[in-house]
Structure formats: structure tokens, C-alpha cells
């Protein structure tokens, strides 16, 4: 008689949130916003159509609204997430769009919003960085809740959910993850998202372990199927065996007393055995984020990314008042200690609404960073008085993105000695007491770095570029990935260099880029000498564990025999051997 029995199978994704869940699938129903007809409108209709799709977007906004109005208050720190969604509904290219489709096509309101945001997702799908290419699902988000209204469908009610599961999904709106009872909800999977998106933002502050990106996991997984969510590997996990369920029950209880003991030690200082201090910061994208850095015992902002503000905009630049609104909430929140605001890294593949001149065949050596900045003096200066308007709240460092020359800091400092400058002839209230810092992202400035170091108080390691620019790799092509390894000894060795010069010139030296957050790489950047690691919060507790388990001098020592590795998997081997029994088993030595 053959075993009819279904087979364990695993479905390979992003993982969104780290953690593990086991239990029933709870398949949340999106029928009905994909069964759209075309059809024509009549000239003497077309009017009516158009207050047809206003009207659905003003109850797409009151719905947005309520939502917003009846979050939690441990979730306040997102509701610029949804908030931002409210903006979307009237964007230009969203909204605007849509009712000049209706009456140049004559069309229904249902294909022109799906044509519109058709031609919008493969804009965002073409830019190379993921943060950036993500934000693409934010205009799905809105487009879907929209869509909905104009056809009379229910949106999902996560809310209401009264048993203990875990969600599948084609995807998961802010909004509607911004729903989910912790009591009841144990995970989720989607088959959309990625780690940058915000809904993947969201499950790590509510700490539930998400694989995203999943693309066909509606189509296999039933409901009340017993599944595996395993958010550190990225994995979903159908009909588990036996021994599967004992191994994963295992993992689970094993990361839950790990999570405790970090939890409880994560307001600890970073201090190694010997008594050496080394900050551990955290990176932000959105001004809420701050409060998981606060949480997680960060001992300040080590990179606040401010693109977001801009790419969020349905039209123009952000004007300096919103800018500095946003930077005074986060330095208000993290007072007395530092926060580092790196000032625009728009490039060719972060597209600006309505700015199409910023696109180009090779953005990432094209107009980025600084040199947009340069470029765009109007820009920069709006940016730079809004950075020295909040420095009167508390404790600010500046930093600079992709320079590659001298002249550029030169010129640098001096629009930002401007800004300072044009705010005291108006009498606002600023501060120029602030630190000044560059990228070292661009083999040019390593070499260069002792010359790169005069007029500035540190330097800041992005490994995130400089690996990919060092080693000619694009990390976004799956036929050379493998190869972007961190522990390359050409990459080592920069670090070396770059730590020497701040020493002997006596700036500061610190990372803010991936390599950073990863407990495997905490012996050697310690031994190298990094004074700060900034990373993902939810990096922070695990990060100060390590470091207080490390001897400053052993650490040192080490690295003399990491330097004589000529290869990645020499330095992983030695890295193992030296130090498996502090570092966690869950993590990667490479990429």
C-alpha cells in the first residue's frame, strides 16, 4: 500500500524577521482585486468616473485614517509608515495618473489605476538598490486599498483573528501588518517583500519571526496546513516530519533563552574583558526606527539614512522645516548621545518624483552621493541648514556620502560653513558644533586617507560599497554574488589602513556598513581597531554580547595572524577555529 501521506517540503525566501514559529496556516483571502475587465467610458460619463475613483480614494484615506488612529501605542513609532501611505493616495504620480488615463483613454477607473501602477512597479523594479527598488510596494499597498473600493471587495481583517497562527499572503500591507494581535499571531509569509520593505520593517519591532518573497507560497500552502517559519534562514517549512518538528521545537526554545539573556543585557556597555569601551550604535532609515535603537541599548545613531524623505514625495524636495522636523524628533530621542545624519546619497537609481534627470546607464559610478550634492547646491543647502537647526537639540555629527577626493570635503565643509553662516544673519536658532565625518566607501580615499583626514573628526567604513567597488562585484548579480565576501584579505587590509591613518592622525574610525552587524566579524574589527559599530538594532544586543566576551589584547593578537590569510575561507577556517565557542551557531562566517 503506498504512503499517500503529504511530503515535507521547503520554500526558499528572504528572511524578513529573524525567529522560529510552528503552527496552523491562516491564508489571508485577497480574491477579487485581481478579476479586472477593461471597458470603455463614454465622453459624457467620463466625468462621473472620475468622481468615481475620487470617491474611492477619499474612503481608501478615512479607512488609512481610522487605522492610524487606533494603533497601539507600541506601535506608534511606525505610524509615519502609514502615514506616508495617506500621502501616496494623492500622489501625483498615483493619483494624478490615473484621472489623466481615465479621460485620455476613456477608460474605467479599475484598468487605468492597474495600468498606472503597472507602469510605476517596473520603474522601481529597474533600480538597483533594494531599499529603493522596495518602496515600489508601497505604491501596490495604496493601489490595492484603492482598487478595493472601487470594486466593493472586503480588505483582510488581521484583526479579528481569534485563534493562535500563522498568515500567508500574497502580501502584507503596513497597515494591515500594523493589525496583527502578537497573542494570536505566531508569524507570517508572503509571497512579495523583501528585508528592506516596510511591512519586513514592521515584523522585526513586533519581534515574530517572517520569510518573505516566497512567490508561489498562496498557491501550495492550505489552510491549517502545519507549517515551519524559520525567519533566520529564510525558509518555509510544509508538512515537517516527525523530526523535523523535534529539531525546530528545539531551535525555538534554544533562540527564546538566548533572546532573553541578550534582552537583559542589552543596556549593558560593550566593554571587553580588559576594560576597553567600544560604542555600538544603530542605522536608521525612518525617524521612528529610533526607538528600536533606544530599546536595543544603542549607545547612539551611527548612520541615519535620509533618502527616505525624499523619494517619499509625491512632488519636489522636502522643504528644510519638514527636514529638520524629522531630524530634531530623533536627536530629541536619542539625547545625550550622538546621532550621525549622512546627508543625501540619492544616485541615479533612486529616481525622484518627477526628477527623471537623475537616471543613468550606470548609476552606481555615476551622480551619487556627494557629487549629486555638489551638483545640486540648492538641494544640499536646504538639507545642511535643516541638519544645523536641529544640531541645537542635542548631539549631531554629519557625514558625508561617497567622496573620492579631497576637494570634495573641501568644498563640503565649506557649503556647510554657508549654511551656518546664512542662519545667523537670519537669527534662527542652529549649531555649528558638529562633527564632521566621510564615507569610506571608494578605494581612492582609503589610499588617500591620511591626506582625507585633515578638517574632519572621523571616518566612517561603508564595507557595503567598498567590497563591492574593491572587488568588482555588482552583489545583485546571482552569477558573481558568491564571490562578495567580507573576509576578502584585500578587504581586511583596507580596514587596517584606514584604522592606522585615524590613529595616527587622531580622528575617529568607524563602520556603519553590513559587516558590522555580524558577530563573526566581531574579533577582527575589535583587533583592527574600529572604535564604533553601527548596525540594525535588532544587531545591537547580540553585537554587545560578543564584544563583552572578547579580550581587547587577544583580539589584537589575532588579527596578526588573520593577515597573513590570502584567502576569504582562510580567514573563515581561522575565525572558527579561534573563536566557535562564543560565537552564536546560527550565524554566517561569509556571504
Request: glycine letters at 8%.
Amino acid at each position: 500500500m503506498s504512503d499517500t501521506s503529504p511530503r515535507e517540503t521547503v520554500l526558499k525566501g528572504i528572511g524578513g524577521s529573524p525567529g522560529i514559529c510552528i503552527g496552523k496556516a491562516y491564508l489571508i483571502d485577497k480574491e477579487g482585486v485581481d478579476v479586472i475587465k477593461r471597458y470603455a467610458i463614454h465622453e459624457d460619463n467620463l466625468e462621473s468616473e472620475k468622481n468615481r475613483f475620487k470617491t474611492a480614494v477619499k474612503n481608501a484615506k478615512t479607512d488609512l485614517h481610522q487605522i492610524i488612529e487606533d494603533l497601539p501605542d507600541d506601535f506608534r513609532e511606525h505610524a509615519s509608515i502609514l502615514e506616508t501611505h495617506m500621502v501616496l493616495l494623492k500622489d501625483k504620480m498615483l493619483y494624478g495618473s490615473t484621472i489623466d488615463t481615465i479621460e485620455r483613454e476613456g477608460i474605467n477607473a479599475e484598468w487605468a489605476l492597474r495600468k498606472v501602477v503597472t507602469g510605476l512597479k517596473a520603474k522601481f523594479r529597474n533600480m538597483s538598490d533594494p531599499y529603493f527598488r522596495e518602496r515600489g510596494e508601497d505604491i501596490v499597498h495604496v493601489s490595492d486599498r484603492i482598487m478595493r473600493k472601487l470594486l466593493g471587495a472586503e480588505l483582510a481583517n488581521i484583526k479579528a483573528i481569534n485563534k493562535r497562527v500563522i498568515l500567508v499572503a500574497e502580501d502584507l500591507s503596513p497597515a494591515e501588518t500594523s493589525q496583527i494581535q502578537l497573542e494570536r499571531i505566531m508569524g507570517f509569509v508572503t509571497n512579495s517583500g523583501g528585508m528592506t520593505s516596510h511591512t519586513g520593517i514592521i515584523a522585526r519591532t513586533l519581534q515574530i519571526p517572517a520569510v518573505l518573497g516566497l512567490d508561489c507560497a498562496t498557491n501550495i500552502v492550505k489552510n491549517d496546513d502545519l507549517i515551519i517559519v524559520d525567519g533566520f534562514a529564510g525558509e518555509l517549512i510544509m508538512n515537517p516530519t516527525e523530526e523535523t518538528l523535534v529539531e525546530y521545537t528545539q531551535r525555538h526554545e534554544n533562540y527564546e533563552v538566548r533572546q532573553a539573556e541578550l534582552v537583559r543585557g542589552s543596556h549593558l556597555p560593550a566593554e571587553t574583558t580588559d576594560g576597553i569601551s567600544v560604542q555600538v550604535m544603530g542605522n536608521i532609515e525612518l525617524s521612528e526606527e529610533v526607538v528600536s535603537v533606544r530599546d536595543n541599548g544603542g549607545d547612539g545613531i551611527g548612520l541615519y539614512r535620509t533618502e527616505f524623505q525624499y523619494l517619499s514625495r509625491s512632488a519636489g524636495f522636502p522643504t528644510e522645516y519638514d527636514l529638520f522636523d524629522k531630524y530634531k524628533d530623533v536627536i530629541e530621542v536619542m539625547h545625550p548621545k550622538p546621532v550621525t545624519i549622512r546627508t543625501l546619497d540619492i544616485n541615479g537609481d533612486k529616481v525622484l518624483s518627477g526628477r527623471p534627470d537623475t537616471g543613468e546607464l550606470n548609476p552606481a559610478l555615476g551622480l551619487r552621493g556627494i557629487r549629486y550634492c555638489l551638483k545640486k547646491t540648492d538641494v544640499f543647502k536646504t538639507q545642511l541648514r535643516a541638519i544645523l537647526r536641529a544640531a541645537a537639540y542635542g548631539n549631531v555629527r554629519v557625514l558625508f556620502p561617497m567622496i573620492s577626493s579631497c576637494n570634495e570635503v573641501t568644498n563640503a565643509v565649506r557649503m556647510l560653513d554657508e549654511a551656518a553662516e546664512s542662519l545667523d544673519r537670519e537669527g534662527v536658532k542652529f549649531s555649528r558644533n558638529v562633527q564632521i565625518g566621510i564615507m569610506i566607501e571608494v578605494p581612492s580615499v582609503v589610499i588617500m586617507a591620511d591626506m582625507m583626514a585633515k578638517g574632519i573628526d572621523f571616518f566612517s567604513i561603508g564595507t557595503n560599497d567598498l567590497i563591492q567597488y574593491t572587488l568588482a562585484i555588482d552583489r545583485d548579480n546571482k552569477n558573481v554574488a558568491h564571490l562578495y565576501h567580507p573576509l576578502h584579505p584585500a578587504i581586511i587590509r583596507m580596514i587596517k589602513h584606514v584604522s592606522d591613518v585615524a590613529k595616527d592622525k587622531g580622528v575617529g574610525v568607524f563602520m556603519c556598513g553590513e559587516m558590522a552587524g555580524d558577530p563573526a566579524h566581531v574579533p577582527i574589527l575589535l583587533g583592527l581597531g574600529i572604535d564604533e559599530l553601527s548596525m540594525n538594532p535588532y544587531s545591537i544586543p547580540p553585537i554587545k554580547r560578543i564584544i563583552r566576551s572578547l579580550e581587547m589584547s587577544d583580539a589584537k593578537a589575532f588579527v596578526e595572524y588573520v593577515l597573513r590569510q590570502p584567502t576569504a575561507s582562510g580567514v573563515t577556517d581561522l575565525l572558527q577555529d579561534t573563536y566557535s565557542d562564543i560565537l552564536p551557531d546560527n550565524i554566517h562566517y561569509t556571504r
